[in-house]
T-cell receptor, first 116, second 111 residues
Framework: DVKVTQSSRYLVKRTGEKVFLECVQDMDHENMFWYRQDPGLGLRLIYFSYDVKMKEKGDIPEGYSVSREKKERFSLILESASTNQTSMYLC???????????????FGPGTRLTVL | GQNIDQPTEMTATEGAIVQINCTYQTSGFNGLFWYQQHAGEAPTFLSYNVLDGLEEKGRFSSFLSRSKGYSYLLLKELQMKDSASYLCAVIHNQAGTALIFGKGTTLSVSS
């Protein structure tokens, strides 16, 4: 059974704190993604990675950074959390090598982050 | 740029048929995906279309017209458990293999 797991389902942090959201996939996928999901705005891409140590900005990277030291793990970092970063964060992965465009993107269960 | 439009909300009754539309604008089209997302859960894959026409998968079917930039998801014999958000997505044209999603259509099924 394929799996994308995220370190926490719920997280509450204070403004200014450094926050780490961890994501692990067991499918040996090359590509990993971080999205945030907000009511009325849908899913928006923050950062993605297509290989170990490689990272690229998505549509809304401001205030975030990422780390991919191992193939199976992709971390999202909020350097100094702010209230407007309160959101649902979803990690996803997708195959790369040998895969086709039709290959689905698998999502983790999400982390609901509240910044007070 | 890329743009995906879907209705925000739809309602239907058990046993009925509902069609959820999606229009998109993108360069370098590489297929269109439909995902289902129940409240508080992760999106799960429903279908992928890259050629024009209808693809049927049980109670769910998905249609694509590339010339019109249009797709729909057809749900038959609706059940209460089909109450969820339905997300239309295409491959992001500037972000590798990432998907870019529409804002989703929230479907409410009543008895």
């Amino acid at each position: 059974d394929v799996k994308v797991t995220q370190s926490s389902r719920y997280l509450v942090k204070r403004t200014g704190e450094k926050v780490f959201l961890e994501c692990v996939q067991d499918m040996d996928h090359e590509n990993m993604f971080w999205y945030r999901q907000d009511p009325g705005l849908g899913l928006r891409l923050i950062y993605f990675s297509y290989d170990v140590k490689m990272k690229e900005k998505g549509d809304i990277p401001e205030g975030y950074s990422v780390s991919r030291e191992k193939k199976e793990r992709f971390s999202l970092i909020l350097e100094s959390a702010s209230t407007n970063q309160t959101s649902m964060y979803l990690c996803a992965s997708r195959t790369g090598t040998g895969g086709g465009d039709r290959d689905e993107q698998f999502f983790g269960p999400g982390t609901r982050l509240t910044v007070l | 740029g890329q743009n995906i439009d879907q209705p925000t909300e739809m309602t239907a009754t058990e046993g009925a048929i509902v069609q959820i539309n999606c229009t998109y604008q993108t360069s370098g089209f590489n297929g269109l995906f439909w995902y289902q997302q129940h409240a508080g859960e992760a999106p799960t894959f429903l279908s992928y279309n890259v050629l024009d026409g209808l693809e049927e998968k049980g109670r769910f079917s998905s249609f694509l017209s590339r010339s019109k930039g249009y797709s729909y998801l057809l749900l038959k014999e609706l059940q209460m458990k089909d109450s969820a958000s339905y997300l239309c997505a295409v491959i992001h044209n500037q972000a590798g293999t990432a998907l870019i999603f529409g804002k989703g259509t929230t479907l409410s099924v009543s008895s």
